[in-house]
């Protein structure tokens, strides 16, 4: 077993959901399907929410990944291949943040507004979450979405606190089936 499968066994769910023990009970789930994994983008620079000059549209105005974060990113990519997964679909944040994380570790990304942030203004919060379980009820068996967002939308759906880069495994009725660090580890 090498390091990152070790890692995989810290994988833990919370709520009634099933509790993945290691990389292949996680891999397991997302080829059962009719799923997605929800990723917090990878590590960013030092702060919080993005800087006052902040433009959508413009990377340069945003907080953006530290090479910690592109390594993770990377490493994402590689247990997704490693495990042969593939997604359906990877859909982003509009936030570059987040469009990194999924362009370095799966090459691709479509934009959804409903895994934009609103860190800053969460009036349309519920409506956003919304989208999501709907979407989730989309996803046929046997196969899976990857999601990268940000930690206040994981915590919507899920009720739980989302480290950077971690991955959370969302049923069709939008359960927490499990959770794992080891993707970046």
């Not at 990723?39 to 993005?50: F, L, N, Q």
């Not at 979450?129 to 939308?153: A, C, K, M, Y």
């Amino acid at each position: 077993m090498n390091r990152r499968d070790a890692l995989a066994l810290l994988v833990t769910g919370s709520g009634a959901g099933v509790h993945a023990q290691d990389a292949a009970q996680f891999a397991g789930l997302l080829r059962t399907g009719g799923c997605a994994v929800m990723i917090r983008h990878a590590a960013t620079v030092p702060g919080i929410g993005d800087p006052p000059n902040f433009r959508l549209g413009d990377c340069s105005t945003q907080r953006l990944l530290n090479d910690a974060g592109r390594a993770q990113s990377r490493r994402i990519g590689q247990w997704f291949r490693a495990q042969q997964l593939q997604a359906r679909t990877v859909q982003s944040s509009a936030w570059c943040r987040c469009r990194d994380t999924a362009d370095l570790a799966f090459g691709q990304h479509a934009v959804l507004a409903a895994l934009n942030s609103t860190f800053e203004n969460s009036s349309g919060q519920d409506a956003q979450t919304l989208v999501l379980r709907q979407r989730l009820l989309d996803i046929p068996p046997g196969q899976f979405e990857v999601w990268v967002t940000h930690q206040v939308n994981i915590t919507a759906i899920t009720g739980e606190w989302a480290a950077i880069g971690e991955a959370f495994i969302l049923s069709a009725r939008g359960a927490l089936l499990a959770r794992s660090l080891a993707l970046v580890a």
